[in-house]
């Protein structure tokens, strides 16, 4: 049985995303989890014909819809509107995710954990030492989602050089997942008569590290990103099941982990100075197979990298300071 949770299900991103993971053929229970409208959400997914059995649970039956989880997947809480940094939502999505958190170390402990909801950057933080505190901590097992950035970075190229297929083309974003922190690494790409001049990198970055703003801004005040952020999520919960259910291997995607004790992380451990980062991440049965070392920078890159060190330095301490007193430790 592959059971995947959706914490947030009946919210903008929680629908759709809900509604892409229906169509996997891995899962074979979607359990739609959420305060309000989860089980109309389920019952209208669930007169679709793929093999997923589909079931709501409303806020009184958290244990029921974590019990027995393979995945859970947590887009639950509120999102920007305009004038707004991601770090503005940590008040009211701290607490949100923490009880999640706390659900899943009490009814899925051995369950992977990917994380949507803002601010990633000390959401993450949150749900692992909520784990740790609990003793069912798996630093392979928890990952911020941060595969919009990636999915944004090969739009965004292609948009300005026609010739570079955006889908068939990984760009790796490294750091964090807010502003500064996001560092899309563009000295890599590869592709055959395709190359971006420094100018075109600048205005690339920048595009890609605010691309979260450009939403927020058209939908005035109506929310962010929901529909790209349902496909980015779905894309990266598909990668999990295949390379955890299916066993396919040398599976690729960037993602925001806990580095300690995770397999191949020192380089990056050492290399940051922090306990968490977004890098490009191998992924297999356990959930992480291995961290990859960060590629080999360009001038431009290694100083963004150090901006966003600096940054995500107080995100982590934030996450972690929430649940313990102490900081956060490698
Ligand atoms: N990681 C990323 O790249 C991205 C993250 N986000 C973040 O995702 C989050 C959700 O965004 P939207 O879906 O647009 O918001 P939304 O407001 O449309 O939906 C959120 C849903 O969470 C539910 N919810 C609230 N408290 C809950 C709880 N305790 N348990 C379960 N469900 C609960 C609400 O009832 C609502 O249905 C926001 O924090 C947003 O910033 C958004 C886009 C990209
Ligand atoms: O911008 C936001 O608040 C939502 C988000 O994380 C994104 O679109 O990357």
């Known amino acids: 049985m592959v059971k995947v949770v959706v914490c947030g299900a009946a919210g903008g991103i929680g629908q759709p995303l809900s509604l892409l993971l229906k169509q ?5 229970h ?7 409208n989860a089980p109309g ?66 009814y899925c402990p051995k369950a992977f ?27 392979r097992r928890v990952f911020g989602v941060t595969t919009l950035d990636v999915v944004r970075s090969s739009t965004f190229v292609h948009q300005i050089k026609p010739a570079f297929v955006p889908h068939a083309n990984r760009i790796t974003v490294v750091g964090g997942h807010s502003g500064a922190t996001i560092v ?20 690339l ?12 801004k058209a939908k005035d005040g109506a929310g962010s990103a929901t529909l790209s952020m ?10 999990l099941l295949e390379a955890s259910v299916r066993g396919r291997k040398g599976l690729v995607e960037s993602t925001y982990v806990h580095l300690g004790g995770n397999p191949g992380a ?36 290694d100083a963004l990298v150090k901006i966003a060190l600096g940054e995500l330095k107080g995100n982590i301490a934030k996450g972690v300071s929430f649940i313990v007193d102490i900081p956060a430790k490698l």
């Open 24 to 28: 996997s053929d891995l899962i074979t």
């Open 230 to 239: 349902a496909y980015a999520g779905a894309r990266f919960t598909n990668s």
């Open 41 to 106: 959400v389920a019952a209208d997914l669930s007169h679709i014909n793929t093999p997923s059995k589909v079931t709501g649970h409303g806020k009184d039956s958290l244990a029921e819809a974590l019990k027995d989880a393979h995945t859970v997947v947590i887009p639950a809480g509120v999102p920007r509107k305009p004038g707004m940094t991601r770090d503005d939502l940590f008040k009211v999505n701290a607490s949100i995710v923490r009880d999640l958190a706390e659900g899943c170390a009490q």
């Open 113 to 139: 954990i990917l994380v949507i909801s803002n601010p990633v950057n000390s959401t993450v933080p949150i749900v692992c030492e909520v784990l740790k505190k609990a003793n069912v901590f798996d630093p």
């Open 266 to 301: 020192e380089a990056n451990i050492a290399a940051t100075g922090l306990a968490y980062f977004a890098q490009d991440v191998e992924l297999g049965p356990e959930g992480v197979a291995k961290v990859l070392a960060l590629p080999k920078l360009s001038a431009e890159e």
């Open 184 to 203: 899309p690494i563009l000295s890599h790409i590869t592709q055959k008569g395709v190359s971006l001049t420094t100018e075109e990198i600048k205005t």
């Open 30 to 36: 979607l359990a739609l989890y959420d305060i309000v």
């Open 205 to 216: 970055t920048h595009r890609i590290q605010y691309g979260g703003d450009e939403v927020v």
